[in-house]
């Protein structure tokens, strides 16, 4: 083993919320030299972000002390829909959404996770081979009381909001995952906690050793209140631009501080606590900034990251443009605004784009537009058209 047992276990312990149980852990790590620890993640949409980063930097430290990290790419149980911390039925996805969605999910971890030292597997593996009879079996583990236990499950019962029977099946194939990699320890978010415990249970009745479970902390994303979502628009996605990362981070609120620092910065503790002691209270911009651009170096790099910081000193600071902006050309030579935006791509819709403009996001060669029907006239010569604070473009006709 990389340290002695009791190191290990205090970094197994650090940071977490749960820990079920530290008894059991410490006869696993006596036992064996080399633990399967799993993790999985559902590819219900293309990006990873730096939500997921908190247990994924956990897993590479637990690597780096000799460990195996079993990474399980959803691609079955995405097309069910993970019901944690989801108050309704979700949008079921389709085989070929997830399938695109997976692709890019190897080449993300492995910019955290030792590569040599990861299994990856895809719970589709198991379950595309399950029969009829496979699924009663698995269903009939678990009554549906155990199951309204859950608080997502409890309130939405009591609320009379609907709760599919798919739903209910969701605890019961990521708890079999545990079964399939005979998984030693599962890691996951505090949202988690029930699957996981649910995967312990699965893991006894098919007569194996039960995982540990640990929870992590689950951060917010940019909206300071709610778990980080691509759903939610409160991401920030770790295939972001360096720029956008950059940008995304400085608009955190300053409450988020504490737990970016700690879980998100890749920082080791006695270099950010004396950051956090000295720069807080005087100067919260100065403090945003070395974590933004430390952020972005661990992504992107060192030399990235500098540069990302300069542009938006640049930019915001000094209230100067950017260095590059693309231009686009339209094949329409007049249209009003909120057609504009929605067409040039600088928003995904035009009732987004309605929004932005009514609020006093949108500038037209430097000077604010509020009037969404406002008519724009296209030539030769590109105009600069602003959207929000981080989306410049040069639009021509």
């Keep these: 083993m990389a340290s002695g047992v009791d190191s290990q276990l205090l970094q197994f312990k650090s940071g977490t919320v749960d820990l079920i149980s530290e008894s059991e852990l410490l006869l696993k790590l006596k036992s064996k030299s080399k633990l399967r620890i799993k993790y999985g ?41 993970d019901p944690s911390l989801q108050f309704e039925t979700r949008k079921r996805l389709s085989s070929e959404e997830v399938k695109q969605n997976a692709q890019t999910y190897e080449e993300q971890v492995f910019r955290i996770l030792s590569r040599r030292q990861t299994e990856v597997r895809y719970n589709s593996e198991w379950f ?41 099946l969701y605890p019961l194939l990521q708890g079999y ?23 312990r249970e699965l893991q006894r009745d098919w ?35 360096p720029k956008d990362m950059f940008g995304k981070v400085m608009s955190l609120p300053d409450s988020l501080m504490n737990d970016y620092f700690q879980y998100v910065s890749g ?31 661990l992504y992107c790099g060192e030399q990235t990251a500098k540069s990302a910081r300069d542009e938006f000193d640049r930019v915001f600071r000094d209230k100067e ?18 057609s504009l ?14 929004r932005l403009i009514e609020q006093g996001g949108v500038r037209i060669d430097q000077t604010k537009v509020i009037d969404p029907n406002f008519m724009v006239e ?20």
Excluded: W
């Design 341 to 354: 935006l929605k067409e040039s791509g600088l928003t995904s819709s035009k009732s987004e784009a309605r």
């Design 207 to 241: 007569g194996h050793e039960p995982q540990v479970v640990m929870t992590l902390p689950i951060i917010s994303g940019m909206d300071g209140k709610n778990k980080m979502s691509k759903s939610l628009g409160n991401h920030i996605a770790l295939q972001d631009s």
């Design 128 to 168: 595309d081979r399950f029969k009829p009879d496979d699924f009663l079996n698995l269903a009939s583990k678990y009554t549906v009381a155990r199951l309204l236990e859950r608080d997502d499950f409890e309130k939405r019962f009591k609320e009379k909001r609907p709760i599919t029977v798919l739903e209910f």
């Design 41 to 81: 993640a559902d590819p219900s949409a293309p990006d990873l972000h730096l939500g997921h980063t908190v247990p994924l930097r956990k897993l590479k430290l637990l690597q780096d002390l000799g460990h195996q990290v079993v990474f399980i790419i959803g691609d079955f149980t995405a097309r069910v829909g």
């Design 267 to 297: 920082m080791p503790k006695e270099t950010y606590e004396p950051l956090l002691k000295k720069l807080f209270e005087t100067n919260p911009r100065e403090l945003k900034a070395q974590l933004a651009e430390n952020i972005v170096a």
């Design 378 to 397: 296209l030539s030769e010569k590109p105009i600069l058209v602003q959207c929000g604070k981080r989306k410049y473009l040069r639009v021509k006709g």
């Design 177 to 199: 995952d545990s079964v399939e990699v005979k998984s030693d320890v599962e890691l996951g978010g505090t949202d988690q906690k029930f699957n996981l415990l649910v995967g």
């Design 321 to 338: 443009l950017p260095d590059q902006i693309e231009t686009i050309s339209l094949s329409q030579k007049t249209l009003d605004l909120t």
